[in-house]
């Protein structure tokens, strides 16, 4: 499809073009570098990419070539990506903080001539694997701090390549090839997190890219004035569709903080509009709040306590536009003044107009929170696959318990095992050289499985999700086995960072459960408890006490629902080390590897229902260096107290 079938942008080179005739002296881009803010207009922007995207051509990239880009977010980084499409070729980012061997994976895979890294860390691990690419032509680096003595034969500077762009003369062809692009063209690759084995190379077209971002950004009222803050893994589809689909669309900035670690305070000064975190960054932002009010003043405690029971009454009334009474009213504006205003600025989002969250279910009570504090925090479900957005939630009709109704453009069907299917315009192209895993997602019809069970609530129209569809399955006694449903509980108290349950065809359920650091360790540090490491803490008495009262407590809420109660927590231990992407045990985006966590705790779950009280046991473990190394512990088991009830048996 091309400009003229459409009457629209057909690339988002396009979509550059327009934002620079439209909004020319307008901020598209902000980094923050050394502690100072430096901005980009759409005009600043497209020069250094027209620059970048004729150095492109210099080093010979051919229409078609896939360009890697490694790195945390920067807008030079989005800019390559948009200079790669430019002249042709297909952007592929990668996880900054992946290891060489995954690196070597997907360059391997998709077979990347460049690759566009972000300092010497991207390039040491590019250079421990170089010998393995054999594709692989020229690396382009964009700080070159620590470069100075490497072999430059086959690397060069990102301003050295801008450089040699604007003296080629070569911008015709790039307006060439830029003009040949057409909405069937590949917009972008994103391998999905792998789960369940290798990465998958998702290819999206721009037809995939630029209508999602249109429905989406009409769907929330996005527009130029907004801001974005650009912190999540440039991998990840949602980054991708937020940081350069949805802003190019709407025209809105992308700002870049300058590091994880400061992060919250980049956050407080910028105060974006449109803002999506995953439930780990709202559950730590909840969990650092509720440490610091421990150690507050008596009656600053009692002020942010009577002032948030206010507000959890009277905030979401006010948000979904319910009727308040004049008083509340009052009340409610006294609460902002005195507690949820500098709350708000506090966390950096006094400014939000719409916030998402999604990839995990999040706590009722987390999700409240939030929403008392008058911030419009909403719920999406989407994959990597969907470009993102299959469900969100319209404004007045935003509930803890469902991730809303079918986005623009979606369809949505139940299969009869439960497993949910969608269509939509934002379905991708193909699986790259994998045409077998394409075929058994997506149907002739253009049906994607999602992989997910729920079902749509009659009335409400609204999606609800029980549990990845591989992952429901029956106990021994015919039972419901939904592990997701009882993690997600564990999980909504602040002082347990992850938790597995297995149970699936044995006569009970156990669980393994991460504690979290920073709100135990502060429980500890209160308690005049002394730990030195988090191997020691996990272990101690009082904290095995803590989490087996949560336990206990979830138990009771499981047992309440007649379909799950089978599901409760019998035994549980807590692990001696956090589940690690490193280790294999996570995906980049913090999804748990069941399969690879069973594998390598099969010692513990074996004593887990072998009635046993404590196990030692010896864990290999990989360094932020890539060295490896290996931990031991002997770990207490726990019993839990269940309630019995009676449950229904799973159907067959």
């Known amino acids: 499809m091309t400009a003229s079938a459409t009457g629209g942008p057909v690339s988002v080179p396009d979509l550059l073009a327009r934002n620079v005739a439209q909004f020319g002296g307008k901020a598209a881009y902000r980094e923050k570098e050394f502690g100072i803010w430096q901005s980009w207009t759409w005009e600043e922007a497209a020069f250094e990419i027209d620059a970048l995207a004729a150095g492109f051509l210099t080093l010979g990239a051919e229409v078609g070539d896939h360009i890697a880009i490694a790195g945390r977010n920067r807008p030079a980084l989005y800019w390559a990506m948009v200079a790669a499409q430019k002249v042709g070729c297909v952007p592929v980012p990668l996880y900054a903080d992946a290891a060489a061997e995954e690196i070597a994976y997907a360059l391997d895979h998709c077979g990347a001539r460049f690759v566009v890294a972000g300092d010497q860390e991207q390039v040491d691990k590019i250079a421990d694997i170089r010998d393995q690419l054999h594709v692989l032509d020229h690396v382009i680096y964009l700080d070159g701090r620590g470069l100075r003595k490497y072999d430059h034969t086959h690397m060069t500077s990102y301003d050295d390549l801008q450089k040699a762009g604007r003296e080629s003369g070569r911008m015709g062809e790039v307006e060439e090839r830029t003009a040949a692009l057409t909405l069937d063209d590949t917009c972008v690759m994103l391998y999905t997190s792998g789960t369940t084995g290798r990465p998958k190379g998702v290819v999206l077209s721009n037809y995939n890219v630029i209508e999602t971002s249109k429905n989406s950004a009409e769907f929330d009222h996005l527009q130029p004035g907004d801001e974005v803050l650009a912190y999540l893994p440039m991998a990840w589809v949602g980054d ?16 870049c903080p300058e590091s994880a670690e400061t992060m919250q305070t980049d956050l407080r000064e910028i105060g974006p509009t449109y803002f999506f975190a995953p439930p780990r960054v709202f559950e730590q932002q909840l969990t650092n709040v509720m440490i610091r009010m421990e150690d507050a003043g008596r009656f600053k405690k009692w002020l942010f306590h009577h002032y948030m029971a206010l507000a959890r009454r009277i905030g979401p009334k006010i948000l979904d536009g319910e009727a308040v009474s004049g008083m509340e009213r009052v009340q409610y504006r006294l609460a902002d003044l005195l507690v949820i205003g500098p709350l708000k600025n506090t966390l950096g989002l006094s400014r939000v107009r719409v916030g998402y969250t999604a990839g995990e279910a999040i706590g009722p009570e987390i999700f409240d929170f939030y929403r008392a504090l008058g911030i419009n925090l909403k719920q ?16 007045g009709e935003v509930r803890s318990d469902t991730v809303g109704v079918p986005s623009p453009g979606v369809e949505l069907k139940i299969a009869d095992n439960g497993e949910v299917f969608y269509r939509s315009p934002g379905v991708f192209v193909e699986y790259y ?30 999606l609800r999700i029980i549990d ?4 429901v399955g029956k106990m021994a ?27 699936a065809g044995r006569d009970y359920c156990v669980a393994f459960i991460n504690i979290d650091l920073t709100a135990v360790g502060n429980w500890a540090e209160r308690n005049n408890i002394a730990y030195s490491s988090y191997q020691e803490l996990s272990q101690h008495p009082r904290v095995l006490d803590a989490i087996e009262a949560h336990v206990t ?31 294999g045990e996570m995906t980049r985006t913090r999804k748990v590897r069941r399969r690879i966590v069973d594998e390598k705790y099969s010692d513990l779950i074996e004593a887990l229902y072998g009635g046993k009280s404590e196990i030692y046991t010896e864990t290999e473990v990989t360094y932020e260096d890539g060295r490896k190394g290996s931990i031991n512990a002997t770990l207490a088991i726990r019993d839990a107290e269940v309630l019995t009830v009676a449950h229904k048996v799973a159907a067959e």
């Open 433 to 462: 050289k994998n045409p077998d895993s394409t075929a058994s997602t997506k149907d002739a019809e253009g049906w994607v499985a999602t992989g997910d069970a729920g079902f749509i609530e009659e009335g409400s129209g609204h």
């Open 240 to 255: 991708f569709i937020f940081s350069i689909g949805q802003a190019m669309w709407a025209g809105f900035c992308v700002n």
């Open 468 to 471: 990845r569809a591989k992952d």
């Open 477 to 503: 006694s015919g039972a419901l086995f939904a592990p997701k449903y009882v993690e997600n509980k564990l999980k909504f108290y602040p002082d347990i960072l992850e938790a597995v349950v297995f149970g």
């Open 553 to 583: 407590e979830v138990n009771k809420s499981v047992a309440a629902d007649e379909m799950l109660a089978g599901c409760q927590i019998h035994r549980f231990l807590v692990l001696h080390k956090e589940l690690d992407a490193d280790d």
């Open 380 to 395: 999406l479900y989407g994959q990597t696959e969907a470009t993102v957005f299959i469900t969100q939630q319209p404004d």
